[in-house]
Structures are given as C-alpha cells and as structure tokens.
C-alpha cells in the first residue's frame, strides 16, 4: 500500500524505531525512514516532538505521534486492512492484558538491560543482569501461558507482546557478546528461545533487526562516552 504522506523519524540503532517499523512491516505500508542524528537533532524532530525531542516520531500526512507503543497502537487502528494483520487483539480484555506486558517490558525489562550494559561498575552490572534474569524467568511464564502452545505471545502471529519485546532482540545479543552468556537459558527459557528464533525469522521481522557487530560498535562508544561524562562530572 503506497503511503508517500507517511515519514518514520527514527535511528537504525533505536529498538524503539524498530518497533515502528515492524508494526509498518506487517501493515505493509510503505513510508519514508528519516535516521536521525542525535548528537545533532534535526529541526523536524525537534518541531515533531517538542516535548520530549526523541525518536520515534511517526508523521503520518500532517498529524505527528511520539511514543513507540503508542505509535505500533496507532498503525494498527488506523490501517485494519484485515484480520490477519491486526497487532492488538480485538477482545477489550485481551487488549488491556497485552498492553500490561508491553508497559512490564518497557519498565523492568528495558531499564535491566541498559542499566546493566551501560553501569561503570562491575557490582551494578550484576544488579542489573541479576534483575534482568528475574524478568526473562516471569515472561517466560507469560509467553507460555498467553501463546498457548503456539509460535508467539499473539498466538499464531505476531502481536504487540511480540513486538515489544522483540524490538531488543539485537541488543540482548550485544549483552551476549559483552558478557560471553547466552542471549537467552535454554534450560531457564525454553519458549523464549524458540520464540527469538521464530520472531526473527519472520518475514515482517527480518532486514529491521539491526546487525549485531554493528550494534557492539555503536554500544562501545556510547559506552566509553558515559564513562567520558561521568569522569568529567564535578565531584
């Protein structure tokens, strides 16, 4: 479906641009991907999101939407081209359920996992990775019991579980390579695992996920940039 008033504002490295453009993806809508710099913010993300001058921003004609999971809930209302590519399920109960995970992911999971990559200290880092195993044991049990035997938290397709969740897939492989354990406990998270190599795998998935040896690279100098600050800092 051609779509030339439809803009993505986003980053190859940004999980959250991911998700945008997985939920694009399984839409198949086609859209310009603007990357931006964020050491140098363009004068259009800054006039998109003024409030909180940050990707994703999604310009959809000229109505802008900020907030990555409020974007994917937007794609999908706006384009119901037909059931099998709906994202959020149509039950209102079963809406509220996986909109309740995907905040679980964005709260504890996502602040694990950069916590845990980024701390300039080897005991925080433990903290970190040691919260972030509590999490992945807990949505091992949501995947099981919400996919019901099937391929994905959605079932038989991918849902916005799926996506949020999978947005970080790259960046569960840098904690990998950083830290020499694996992306996932195949004793621990038996679905998980599956789950990652099927989500991938897809053919609304694959090409978005970011290289992961490219993604090291950005995450070594984000890093070294941290450390750069904090020594600078004022004590």
């Known amino acids: 479906m051609a779509t030339n008033d439809l803009k993505l504002l ?24 603007i990357v931006e ?15 909180y001058k940050k990707i994703p ?18 794609i999908d209302e706006v384009w119901k081209n037909n059931a099998t590519s709906s994202i959020l399920p149509s039950n209102a109960y079963a809406k509220a359920i996986a909109r309740f995970w995907v905040s679980y992911i964005d709260d504890k999971f996502f602040n694990s996992l950069r916590y ?8 925080s880092k433990k903290k970190y990775f040691d919260e972030l195993e509590e999490v992945l044991l807990k949505l091992e049990e949501v995947f099981n019991k919400l996919s019901e035997g099937k391929g994905f ?4 397709k991918i849902g916005f579980i799926d996506i949020a969740l999978g947005c970080y897939l790259s960046w569960l492989k840098v904690k ?6 694996k992306m ?3 004793a ?12 991938s795998a897809h053919p609304a998935v694959k090409g978005i996920l970011p290289e992961t040896d490219k993604l090291v690279e950005y995450a070594i100098a984000m890093a070294q940039g941290l450390a750069a600050a904090a020594t600078a800092a004022p004590k």
């Open 10 to 33: 986003g980053g190859w490295f940004s999980p959250f641009a991911c998700r945008v453009q997985i939920a694009l993806s399984i839409k198949g809508l086609d859209y310009e991907n």
């Open 37 to 51: 710099n964020l050491n140098s913010k363009s004068d259009l993300l800054l006039q998109s999101n003024p409030t």
């Open 176 to 181: 990998e390579k950083f830290t020499g354990t």
């Open 116 to 123: 845990g990559l980024f701390a300039q200290d080897d005991e």
């Open 184 to 186: 996932f406990d195949e």
């Open 153 to 156: 938290f959605g079932g038989e």
């Open 57 to 74: 921003v999604l310009i959809h004609g000229d109505k802008t939407i900020c907030e990555s999971a409020i974007i994917v809930q937007y």
């Open 188 to 199: 621990k998270n038996p679905g998980l695992v599956k789950w990652a190599e099927a989500f």
